[in-house]
């Protein structure tokens, strides 16, 4: 007698339905912030104090984000950094003159390329050769414009240009009275072996050899 075999329904094979789910909102790109191109609104200033090398300014000024602040700026005329080279004996790796000075305010004896203030009313090159002079008796045929830069912006208004002296011929130094310079001549390769070792700490002269050895490695000089 034959059995009667229940067939399952289609309904109950049939996989149930999921229910249909959103995709992920997806996040919102973030928007450029506007590049600042204004500058403080200076709302007073005052001398805090006046010296011979440089004055303090006590500014109130309206930053570009639109904060009132009060700054001490230190303001100074601007000094010039003499990088001179001698490449007579060995272009590939020439003398580079430098100073070994004591600083007060840094504690200690430092190693660093001449510098000097830029007098009212002269100009940065004339300030650069008359340095040279003053301080090494070196005199050059040769100047190139190195660089220009700010040491300290946080507090201090000074530009440093950076010059480069070639074919130097030796001279009679003639340092002021608080002047106490030993000139030091040094193969540019020694120097940097000096960098490398952090046994140099003066930051032009840390910019200005870095300046020429890559100059001279791009095969610009």
């Known amino acids: 007698m034959p ?8 309904r109950s094979t049939r996989p149930a339905a999921r229910p249909a789910t959103k995709p992920a909102p997806q996040p919102k790109p973030r928007q450029a912030r506007a590049k600042a191109t204004s500058k403080a ?7 805090a104090y006046k010296g011979k090398v440089f004055s303090v300014f006590t ?3 309206i ?4 904060h009132r602040n ?14 001179a080279i001698d490449e007579s004996l060995n272009p590939a790796d020439p003398d580079v003159i430098l100073e070994r000075q004591y600083r007060h305010a840094a504690g200690q004896y430092l190693l660093e390329l001449p510098a000097g203030r830029i007098e009212p009313g002269e100009a940065p090159l004339a300030a650069a050769k008359r340095e040279m002079i003053e301080e ?14 700010f040491a300290s912006p946080g507090f201090l208004g000074e530009y440093m240009q950076i010059y480069l002296a070639r074919d130097i011929r030796a001279g009679v130094a003639q340092p002021e009275d608080d002047e106490a310079i030993e000139i030091v ?4 390769s020694q120097v940097l072996g000096l960098i490398a070792a952090k046994k140099i700490h003066d930051g032009k002269t840390l910019i200005g050899i870095s300046l020429l050895d890559a100059a001279r490695r791009a095969g610009s000089l």
């Open 41 to 47: 609104k200076l709302v007073s200033s005052k001398v």
């Open 3 to 10: 059995v009667n075999v229940k067939k399952p329904s289609a």
């Open 136 to 149: 090494t008796g070196y005199r050059a045929r040769r100047w190139t414009f190195l660089a220009k830069y």
């Open 185 to 188: 001549r040094m193969p540019l």
């Open 59 to 61: 500014d109130t000024v």
């Open 63 to 66: 930053e570009p984000n639109g």
């Open 70 to 83: 009060v700054r001490d700026v230190i303001r100074h005329n601007g000094s010039v950094v003499i990088l």
